[in-house]
C-alpha cells in the first residue's frame, strides 16, 4: 500500500510543482468565509440566487464533460458545489478537473437547487487554499480501522462526522458544567501540573527532571491537595478542570492523560456533595441532550434526582449475600472472599480485601446511578471518619453503567489524624505498595492553620462524555489517546 501512497504523493507534488511554475500559491492565505454548508442548507429560501462564499476540504469529484460537480466539508458538513466551463473559462476549469480529493479550496457563487433538489452553490471563482499531498486512506468515508483513527484522528475527524459530534457535545457538556458551578458561586481556579510529591490519590506517578533547580518532579495524580490549600486560605468554592497523568495501563475506561472536575465546597459534606453531583448531571444532561434519560449501549440510564444510596456493606451483601459488617479481621476477609471465588494478593489488610470484594461482584451491577457510602478507613486517607463508626469514613462514590463516575468525601481537616494517616500510608509504600500515598509536610502545614469542614469531589470527565455520547471506548472520547508508537507504519 505504501508504494501505491507514493505513487499517488508524485503524481500531487509533480501537480504541485506545475501550480508554482503557473504563479500559484498552492498554500494560499486568509479567506473571507460568508457561510457554513449547514447555514446555507438551513436558509436556502433566503439564500436562494445569492452569493455565497464557503471554504473546505474537496471530498468528492465528479466530472461531467464541460460540467463537474463536488463536495466539500467544512466544520459544519458537507456540501455540493457544481463548476463549469462557460462560467469559469477554459484556464480556470481545467485547474478546477486536476484539484485532487483532499485539496481545501475557497468558492464563490450563487445557491442553487439542482433538478434532484441537492442545494447546491454555482462556482463563480475559487481558489486553491491548500495542496494536499498525500491521498486519503482507500474507503476513507466511513473509516473503521480503529486502531488508524485513534492514531490519526484528523483523518478519523475528515471521514466520520458522528465523531465530530462527539467532541461537539464534549465542548457542550464541560460548558454546561462550567455554568453551573460558576452559578452556585464557585470560583474557577488554576493550580501546579507538576508537583514535588504525588498526592491526592492511590496512583502511580510519571516521574520528570527540572535541570535548573536539579530536583525530580512528579506530574500531577491528582487535584485534590492544592485546592485544599485554598480552601485554607478563604476561598471557600473553588474548582479546577484539569488534566492528570497516571503512569498505569491502557484499556477502554482508562488513558494515562485525562481530565478531571475537582471542586471542594466549605461548611459543607458529603451530603451536600451528593445533591450537588445530582443536580449538576440533571442539569448537565437536560442542557446538552434535552432529557435526563441516557441511552450507553443496550442501557437506558436515568439521571432524574433522587439517586439510590446504598452503603458498601449493603451494596455487598445485596450482591453476594456477605456481610462484611460483621466480619472482624483481615484474615477473615480474605476467608470470605476466596469462598466467593476471589484470588487475593498476599498481605491486604481488611479495607482491600472489601475493596476487592465490591470491585469484582458489585460495580458490574451498578447500571443506574447510585451512591455507594461509607467506605473502610484503609483505602481512604484524606476522607472523614464516620462518628458513630471510626473504621469508615464518610465517602462515596458515584456508579453509573457499571463503572465510577465520582469520588467525593467529608473532607478529613483534622492534621493530627492526616499525619497518622499518612504514617501509615508511608509503611504501605515501604512494604511494596507504589501507590500509597506520599508524606506532605506543607499540606499537614495548612491543615495546622485550620481548614474548615469541608465537601470535595472528583468527577472524571472522559467517562461522563463517554456516557452522554454512547461511546464505549475512552478513547472515543480523547482526541489524541497515548497510542505505542509505530515509527513510520501508520502513515497512510
Known sequence: MEVEVNELMAVRLEKLEELRR???????????????????????????????????????????????????????????????????????????????????????GSVFRTRRGEITVEVKEFRLLCKSLRPLPEKWHGLKDVDLRYRQ???????????????????????????????????????????????????????THHNALDIDLYLRIALE??????????????????RIFRNEGISTKHNPEFTMLELYQAYADYHDMMRLLEEMLAYVTRETLGTMVVQYQEETLDFTPPWPRLTMFEAIKKYTGVDFKEIPDAQAARAAAEKLGLELEPGLNKGKIINEVFEAFVEPHLIQPVFILDYPLEISPLAKRKADDPTLVYRFEAFVAGRELAN??????????????????LKERAAGDEEAHMMD???????EYGMPPAGGMGIGIDRLVMVLTNSPSIRDVI????????????KV
Do not use: W
Open 225 to 242: 491537595l492544592h485546592l485544599k490549600r485554598l480552601l485554607v486560605g478563604g476561598l471557600e468554592r473553588v474548582y479546577e478542570l484539569g
Open 479 to 490: 482526541l489524541f489517546p497515548t497510542m505505542r508508537p509505530r515509527d513510520n507504519e501508520d
Open 408 to 425: 467525593a468525601f467529608s473532607e478529613l481537616n483534622d492534621p493530627i489524624d492526616q499525619r497518622e494517616r499518612f504514617e501509615a500510608q
Open 22 to 108: 503557473r504563479g500559484i500559491d498552492p498554500y494560499g492565505g486568509r479567506f473571507d468565509q460568508t457561510h457554513l454548508s449547514s447555514q446555507v442548507k438551513n436558509h436556502y429560501e433566503t439564500l436562494e440566487g445569492q452569493e455565497v462564499a464557503l471554504a473546505g476540504r474537496l471530498v468528492a469529484k465528479r466530472g461531467h464533460g464541460k460540467a463537474t460537480f463536488a463536495d466539500i466539508l467544512d466544520s459544519q458538513g458537507r456540501i455540493q458545489i457544481h463548476a463549469r466551463l462557460d462560467i469559469l473559462g477554459k484556464e480556470n476549469y481545467d485547474l478546477f478537473t486536476r484539484l485532487d480529493i483532499g485539496d481545501i479550496i475557497g468558492v464563490r
Open 153 to 207: 484522528r484528523y483523518l478519523d475527524l475528515i471521514a466520520n462526522p458522528e465523531v465530530r459530534e462527539v467532541f461537539i457535545l464534549r465542548s457542550k457538556i464541560i460548558r454546561a458544567i462550567r455554568r453551573f458551578l460558576d452559578d452556585r458561586g464557585f470560583l474557577e481556579v488554576e493550580t501546579p501540573t507538576m508537583h514535588t510529591i504525588a498526592g491526592g490519590a492511590a496512583a502511580r506517578p510519571f516521574i
Open 441 to 447: 509536610e506543607d499540606f499537614l502545614c495548612a491543615l
